[in-house]
């Protein structure tokens, strides 16, 4: 899956907000003594636990763990046999499993959940016929089969018949509605089983290393379409039904099936080898598809050389699904997504819409291989899925569409990353599994952005050859099987010749990351790190990793380049005579933060930022930005470096700008914010007058997404008279003629005309929400309402979040978005404890628990106490540490209000007097 619902997550476009907006990174003073300094590789590892060494016992199959699933019966082959009734939500199932027993057993133990199973009988290969008592085992989403009988060691098929109903809830399997052009309500089924939802619409092993084959046949109203993960082998008609049959799928995991049945239109094919390749939508949605469909075709050529191996299915389907709790989904050969993660007018979409199609699709593609072909074992090592098809993702747009910068790009979302990899409460990328809800919560910014940090950092240190060689020889290895990180660093260390185990094990299977500190001393280069922390460096844990460290040393108008392996706490390297500047992290690529001492800021800030790269100078702001906010910079010292980057023109480098302007927008006192709009309106306005209104000819689609970024903060945070008036009119322009405007404009108009708008407003945007014509505008429309100001219309809006008005794959967004704005976070909140029960049958689950990352907003030490009060009293639980992390970054929130607060306009007007 990529991160996430429609949040930016994204792009990871909400979820990615929110931690944007709750980006807190810190930096610490650092005072250690000197200690011995050595540029040994062997030292650090030590310390690191190798894989598996903390789980708990009862995580081993066959332990003690009542989720998992003994090993002495194992699936081979499903045939399974689905008909769905889309008018009465319900359906009926048959399934044959062939398993082979290795040991003798009179019970059987699958998964299965909100399921009836009428009748469980094995049979022999010499006749017996066995049937079984069945007992279901809700707690544990487990079904018992005992047989009076011993089932001996061999091969036995087991038939099983059931039924159940088709749910609302985004999972398992699933209905999902939508209007069609005549205004009537149309039905469709569609599946969605990772990570263990597969149990609720079959019986099964649903664990990913249970691997089978699938062959499918579905059952359904002729004129519907049916979807699974491989061709159609044949149609047949048996009675009012047609029956589709679905040829023998690759060995792979439950989780990787999918059955979508409904009136769909495809595509025409497109051949990428001999595998056609095409785009479904419900019927009316065609002309949104060439976008996707070219980056679909573009990004599976890529993987197929990029992996060296081809395109394992036999078709690949990517189907665009109404109601989609998280952006989309790799079902081996059926690839399902939300619509705004597939469907785009190309020349309507902001450069951000596009840019969420080609990542979320190249995302999807690249899982074919990296999660489908070759899967984790076990779901604490997810971010072999994950992380990988994040980095894959970012080197296939890359080359698809250089003039992007991509990999600059994603430093945004690596600095998210760091924000949440820097509270106590973070975890180990690989971290232990128990239950299904911890599953689930291991699809988070650690398992995706981090991970996919490290493996850059990797691929940077041993070679882009070296490292796509040993990618290529793990999937090798490893095709239709499963793989633990281990058998990763196995094959990269081989190719790479280097000790990457010892290396990787300190990113993987630690918490946290390192802060570098890079001094002078004479004519060395001092380098120590220490774990970044946001508390006091008391409780700092001692921590050690092995940092490969570049670094670029300017003398005068000479450039030199060293590489370091950073093992000890501290080390040296000698400098030549004559350094001008240093600059540690050369290129951006590391996990790590960095901490130029002075006089090496000063260097840096003194020799003309335009001597970094873009990439670079968004490190030196996001460190500088970190120190603030841990109280080690002075807020006032932030600010005023700030004013040196009014020239900048690089999208990244502002969004960590804008970020922190908006973060302490919700620590500000209500009275105050005047201040901060016009320290807003200094920093920005002065860009936006270079910029102008309308793009210049040839302008890259990175700088105009620029100016909306810029129009939007002016307009709102900067509440600027004159850039209102502007958009007002503007606006009124592009209801007329919406190419008088461009789109990258767009989107900060809406949000403008939102943040000054009255209740003619609210109801307009209500409208055009509910007959906008691409999910990108029915998007736009819909977090517009919770951009309003009035506290009566928010109302409105959360309302809506429940009443069935708007999606319920959407409406924790939007509940999330209400809690992080300074207008509606009391009403959202009292919204939130007092529909907390109607919200958690409701909503997703994944959506509700991202709804919760809105609580980071509630950065008031009043609100803080009412939302830990809420928590506790409910003993509520969203799996793994989600919880934990949200309440250290609110508490984070709180102390810096505390400690800035009351001066904080102070500190502005001293900022806006220099
Ligand atoms: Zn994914």
């Known amino acids: 899956m990529p991160l996430g619902g429609d949040d930016s997550l994204n792009r990871r476009e909400i979820l990615l907000d929110l931690f944007r907006q709750a980006r807190f990174l810190l930096a610490l003073p650092i005072a250690y003594t000197v200690r011995v300094l050595s540029e040994s590789p062997s030292a650090a590892a030590t310390t690191i636990r190798p894989k598996g060494e903390d789980m708990n016992l009862d995580d081993i199959p066959g332990s003690s763990n009542p989720y998992r699933l003994p090993r002495h019966v194992l699936p081979a082959r499903y045939d399974l046999r689905l008909e769905p009734d889309l008018t009465t939500g319900t359906f009926q199932g048959q399934a044959t499993v062939a398993v082979s027993v290795s040991q003798t057993t009179q019970t059987i133990l699958l998964n299965a959940v909100d399921l009836a199973i009428t009748s469980a009988v094995v049979e022999g290969s010499s006749r017996q016929r066995f049937e079984a008592s069945i007992e279901l085992e809700p707690s544990t989403q487990r079904v018992r089969f005992s047989f009076r009988q011993p089932v001996t060691p061999g091969e036995w098929r087991l038939h099983l018949s059931f039924h159940g109903k088709l749910n609302d809830q985004l999972r398992g399997f699933y209905r999902s509605t939508y209007k069609d052009a005549s205004g009537a309500i149309q039905t469709l089924a569609a599946t969605q089983f990772e990570a263990t939802d597969a149990r609720r619409a079959f019986p099964c092993w649903d664990e990913p290393d249970f691997k089978a084959v699938f062959a499918t046949t579905l059952v359904v109203d002729p004129h519907l379409t049916a979807i699974s993960n491989t061709s159609v082998m044949a149609e047949s008609v048996e009675g009012h039904k047609k029956l589709v049959r679905f040829a023998d799928t690759i060995k792979m995991s439950t989780y990787l099936a999918a059955f979508i049945i409904g009136p769909m239109e495809a595509t025409k094919p497109v051949f990428v080898g001999k595998a056609p390749l095409r785009l479904w939508t419900v019927p009316g949605k065609q002309s949104l598809t060439p976008f996707g469909h070219e980056i679909a075709a573009a990004s599976l050529k890529f993987f197929e050389d990029y992996y060296g191996i081809p395109y394992p299915g036999d078709k690949l389907d990517l189907v665009a699904i109404p109601d989609f709790a998280s952006g989309a989904m790799e079902n081996f050969g059926a690839i399902t997504f939300r619509e705004t993660a597939l469907l785009v007018d190309q020349r309507a979409g902001a450069h951000a819409e596009l840019e969420r199609v080609a990542d979320v699709v190249a995302h999807e593609n690249a899982h074919m291989w990296f999660g489908d072909l070759v899967t984790m074992s076990w779901w604490n090592g997810l971010w072999l899925n994950e992380a990988f098809a994040t980095f894959m993702e970012m080197l296939a747009v890359d080359t698809w569409k250089p003039e992007w910068k991509r990999w600059e790009t994603f430093s945004v979302a690596r600095a998210a990353a760091f924000s949440v990899d820097g509270l106590l409460s973070t975890r180990p990328i690989e971290y232990p599994v128990h239950a299904p809800k911890d599953a689930d919560a291991m699809f988070d910014i650690l398992t995706y952005e981090k991970g996919a940090s490290v493996l850059r950092m990797l691929e940077q240190h041993i070679g882009f050859t070296t490292f796509r060689d040993g990618v290529r020889q793990y999937l090798r290895t490893h095709a239709y099987g499963n793989a633990d990180t281990n058998d990763l660093w196995t094959a990269l260390g081989t190719v790479a010749n280097q000790p990457v185990p010892e290396l990787m094990n300190g990113w993987i299977f630690q918490p946290g990351f390192p802060l570098v500190t890079a001094d002078v001393r004479g004519q060395e280069l001092v380098l120590s790190q220490q774990r970044f922390t946001y508390i006091s460096r008391e409780q700092s844990p001692e921590q050690i990793w092995q940092i490969p460290l570049q670094i670029r040393l300017c003398i005068g108008d000479r450039t030199e380049h060293r590489r370091v392996l950073l093992t000890e706490r501290e080390t040296s390297i000698g400098i030549p005579a004559g350094v001008t500047s240093v600059f540690v992290n050369e290129g951006g690529h590391g996990f790590y933060r960095v901490r130029h001492r002075d006089p090496l800021l000063q260097q840096l800030l003194d020799q003309g930022l335009d001597r970094l790269a873009a990439i670079e100078r968004f490190a030196l702001v996001s460190d500088a930005w970190a120190t603030a906010q841990a109280g080690v910079m002075p807020l006032s010292e932030y600010l005023q470096l700030t004013a040196r980057f009014k020239s900048e023109r690089d999208k990244n480098v502002w969004t960590v700008l804008l970020d922190s302007l908006s973060y302490l927008n919700r620590l500000i006192a209500s009275e105050d914010r005047a201040t901060l709009e016009a320290f807003v309106g200094e920093l920005v306005g002065p860009a936006m007058i270079d910029l102008g209104w309308d793009p210049q000819p040839k302008e890259s689609d990175l700088l105009r997404q620029l100016r909306g970024d810029l129009l939007g903060t002016l307009g709102k945070l900067g509440n600027d008279s004159a850039t209102q008036g502007q958009a007002t009119e503007r606006y009124q322009r592009y209801r007329k003629d919406p190419a008088t405007v461009d789109s990258n ?8 005309l939102a943040h000054t708008g009255d209740e003619a407003r609210y109801d307009e945007f209500v409208e055009l929400y509910r007959t906008a014509t691409t999910p990108q505008e029915e998007r736009r429309y819909l977090f517009s309402l919770a951009s309003f100001r009035h506290k009566e219309l928010l109302a409105r809006t959360l309302a809506r979040t429940i009443n069935g008005e708007i999606r319920t794959q959407d409406a924790p967004f939007v509940v999330g978005a209400l809690m992080m704005s300074v207008y509606g976070r009391e ?4 919204f939130v404890k007092a529909n907390w029960d109607h919200m958690d049958r409701l909503f997703p689950k994944q959506g509700l628990r991202r709804m919760c990352g809105g609580i980071v907003g509630l950065a008031t030490p009043e609100l803080e106490q009412d939302v830990r009060m809420f ?36 500190v502005l007007l001293g900022s806006l007097e220099t």
Request: charged share 30%; aromatic share 8%; net charge positive.
């Open 871 to 906: 928590f506790t009293s409910r003993k509520i639980d969203l799996g793994g540490k989600t919880l934990d992390q949200y309440l250290e970054q609110l508490r984070i929130a709180v102390a810096f209000r505390e400690r800035e607060g009351s001066r904080l306009k102070a």
């Open 827 to 830: 009403v959202a909140w009292d």
């Open 745 to 752: 404009v767009v989107p900060a108009l809406v949000a403008i």
